[in-house]
């Protein structure tokens, strides 16, 4: 019996696991002791890896659509040239942006790597995930606060802080294992701030049950109140940012009494908080989806990144503004997929940095993509409008899982060409595609994952695929040959070919990863986060900033007006 060590890739934490496998079988999965994130212990899904596709099995073969409506089987080289000779007929006829595709942080760092290559780079289409209808607010929040989109944070501040504070988050229910380390922490006081009485507001010390999309009323009213104490960390704000006067005398009008009576909390509750704050030696607040897709959702996570700037609760163990991200490889994805900035980050029209990535790649800089794509949303819209002609949806459904699965109906009634590549071929998606590619699950596919707290996580293959079974990566790569991409591909022909490119695009960049060796992280703790001595070093180069965008601080300061003023 084999034991082999591997990474869950269900949520954002990113969990190792111990499977033992005999003929090709998993006997048992045990949590892998000793690993940071979950140290021998692990969720129900983590543990039910092994039953994945043991219910539903999926042939190993592609599917075509008939004129009939019924599908035929057929050999995986001509479901390459027929998704590929459709793409670059229907460019021809309507354009390069006739095609588009869809993916998601559920795909490997490498997979979607190259997706943005094939994708992005060669077809010059555009390509969103789902990642971004999860995280855009945290994104936006981190690169206009912090210069770049690095939430400065580790799992262990959980443990190590002694004032929580949980804003629009429900660990008990959303992560376990990072609700496992706030509640073996016995030298905390644990806040939640939640219309709702979640779980997690259960098991709090102090429950804040506002109204809702009044979170942003709340946090100016907090931070106005800390400045009028004087409880500040003044050196802290005068040495590591800007925009701070500018800021206080914003949110001079966000009273305590306005904001009891937005917030329908009562003026001693919120008094109760500031003083929370303060009394804190060590204050970490934590954020997920309850604030990114909430009301006002980038400003109310600059919000809470003020909060942490000014009381200097940043850059220390047990602190921290902490965005939790949803997705195994969200992290990966914001970084690595091409689609809204160059591989490793860098603005598409930046001349240096597309000099560098080009250079790494063994392409011509105009090879690059040469904009960020279009978002998710537009995509869609644009399918509705007939600009958009075919679709490839890469690990994910969103004929179910679309704000308005209705809308997406109606698109995809409009496409010429939709293409599903999924490891079941009975989602909603998969049901209504012209061409579904059946991809493997993680335990059959290797590659790596970097979680909510920046730690880089081997996959590896827990069971070997047979003859006619392909990876996502496998897949991926099969259709960039059928486009005739030839010697952009010479560099990407494996996962591991994938990671030391990205690896390299990486370097000197706030995600340097260069010290990661793809094969040490078999087996190994995983590695790669930023520690905080890096962060703290960072904020000595690049400021960070209050709420405001330098140079348009009026501007902005318009804006809030206008989309926050308390009637």
């Not at 994708?119 to 969103?128: P, S, T």
């Not at 644990?190 to 709702?196: E, K």
């Not at 929370?276 to 990144?305: C, D, P």
């Amino acid at each position: 019996m084999k034991k082999i060590q591997s990474t869950c890739n269900y949520c954002a934490l990113d969990c190792n696991l111990d499977f033992y496998v005999e003929d090709n079988k998993i006997v048992k999965v045990i949590p892998t002791k000793g690993y940071p994130v979950n140290n021998g212990f692990s969720c129900i899904k983590g543990i039910s890896l092994d039953k994945q596709q043991t219910i539903v099995r999926e042939s190993t073969l592609p599917r075509l659509r008939q004129k009939d409506g019924s599908f035929k089987r057929i050999p995986w080289d001509d479901a390459y040239r027929l998704v590929a000779n459709k793409f670059l007929e229907l460019q021809e006829r309507y354009g390069k942006e006739s095609v588009a595709g869809l993916g998601t942080g559920q795909l490997a760092l490498e997979e979607f790597a190259l997706f943005g290559h094939v994708m992005r780079n060669y077809l010059k289409a555009n390509v969103d995930g789902n990642t971004r209808l999860c995280m855009a607010t945290a994104v936006v929040a981190h690169k206009q606060s912090f210069g770049f989109d690095a939430p400065p944070y580790t799992l262990k501040d959980a443990e190590l802080s002694d004032t929580i504070i949980l804003i629009g988050a429900n660990p008990v229910v959303a992560h376990p294992i990072l609700w496992g380390r706030i509640r073996e922490n016995k030298n905390k006081k644990l806040i939640v701030i939640d219309p709702r009485k979640s779980e997690t507001a259960q098991n709090a010390d102090y429950w804040y049950d506002i109204k809702g999309k009044t979170d942003l009323i709340l946090l100016y009213a907090v931070a106005n109140k800390l400045i009028e104490k004087g409880y500040i960390d003044n050196k802290y704000v005068k040495n590591y940012t800007e925009g701070f006067e500018a800021f206080k005398e914003f949110v001079k009008e966000y009273t305590i009494e306005k904001a009891a009576e937005a917030t329908k909390l009562n003026e001693a509750s919120i008094l109760e908080l500031v003083e929370l704050i303060h009394n804190g030696k060590r204050v970490s607040f934590w954020w997920t989806m309850g604030v990114n897709q909430g009301y006002e959702a980038v400003r109310t996570a600059q919000a809470i990144i003020n909060l942490a700037l000014m009381t200097g609760n940043i850059g220390k163990p047990g602190t921290g503004a902490n965005s939790i991200t949803g997705q195994c490889n969200a992290m990966g994805s914001r970084a690595y997929s091409n689609t809204t900035m160059l591989y490793a980050g860098g603005d598409f029209d930046n001349i240096d940095r597309r000099r560098r990535v080009a250079e790494v790649l063994g392409v011509s800089d105009d090879v690059l993509a040469d904009k960020p794509t279009l978002p998710y949303n537009v995509i869609i819209e644009k399918i509705i409008s007939g600009e958009i002609k075919a679709l490839w949806i890469v690990c994910t459904n969103p004929r179910h899982s679309w704000t308005n699965n209705e809308t997406f109906k109606e698109a995809m009634k409009k496409l010429e060409l939709f293409v599903v590549q999924d490891i079941y071929g009975n989602t909603d998606s998969s049901q209504d595609c012209d061409i579904y590619l059946p991809a493997v699950p993680g335990i059959k596919k290797e590659g790596t994952l970097i979680n909510t707290e920046r730690r880089i996580s081997a996959m590896r293959p827990v069971l070997q695929k047979s003859k006619d079974e392909r990876s996502d990566y496998e897949i991926i790569y099969g259709i960039g040959k059928a486009l005739g991409m030839g010697s952009l591909l010479d560099k990407w022909k494996t996962p591991r070919d994938a990671f030391n490119l990205m690896k390299e695009c990486s370097r000197n960049m706030p995600c340097d990863m260069t010290g990661v060796s793809y094969d040490e992280l078999v087996g190994s703790k995983g590695n790669g986060l930023l520690e905080k001595e890096k962060f703290l070093q960072m904020t000595k180069d690049v400021y960070l900033k209050i709420i405001y965008i330098i140079h348009l601080q009026r501007k902005l300061n318009l804006y809030l007006k206008k989309y926050v003023k308390i009637h």
